[in-house]
């Protein structure tokens, strides 16, 4: 945070509870999402609805100066919009990724709602870079 916050602390306090409590329904939103994808819900849908939660997360996050959720659903939305784009099979291994992307989320958040700020984790954004460059095909 900057020397001089323009929020008072106790207004910093309202909007990390609001952040939080729109996070959470966000994440079970994600968990409903990729369960229906997993099930067979028409991909695009639920794909452009997990991608609508990683842009919120994402945007949400960096105004709060949460770095590594932020970090992570900058790099989850671009997977998300590139396999949009490319139409790409939805394979176990993109599931299991979103998953594991998921809970990451939702550890970052238990994090910074304790006051710790969790460290990126370097594995998990590397697997979404390679997803990535896999989709892409060497643009």
């Known amino acids: 945070m900057s020397e001089e916050s323009a929020f008072s602390e106790e207004e910093m306090s309202e909007l990390k509870t609001a952040f939080f409590h729109e996070a959470y329904e966000i994440f079970q939103s994600l968990e ?9 819900r ?5 794909l452009a609805t997990i991608k609508r939660h990683y842009h919120t997360i994402k ?6 100066g949460f770095s590594s959720l932020h970090s992570v ?15 790409s099979l939805v394979e176990q291994d993109l599931i299991a990724l979103l998953r594991t992307i998921n ?21 998990l954004v590397h697997n979404i870079e390679e997803r990535l460059d896999m989709i892409s095909g060497g643009e």
């Open 59 to 64: 945007g949400n996050s960096q105004s709060m």
């Open 32 to 40: 409903q999402e990729t369960a229906n994808l997993e099930g067979g």
């Open 42 to 46: 028409e991909p695009k849908v639920a």
């Open 73 to 87: 659903t900058l790099k989850a939305e671009s997977l998300l919009a590139k396999v949009l784009e490319r139409s």
């Open 103 to 123: 809970a990451a989320l939702r550890r970052y958040a238990d994090g910074y709602q304790s006051g710790y700020d969790v460290p990126l984790d370097g594995e």
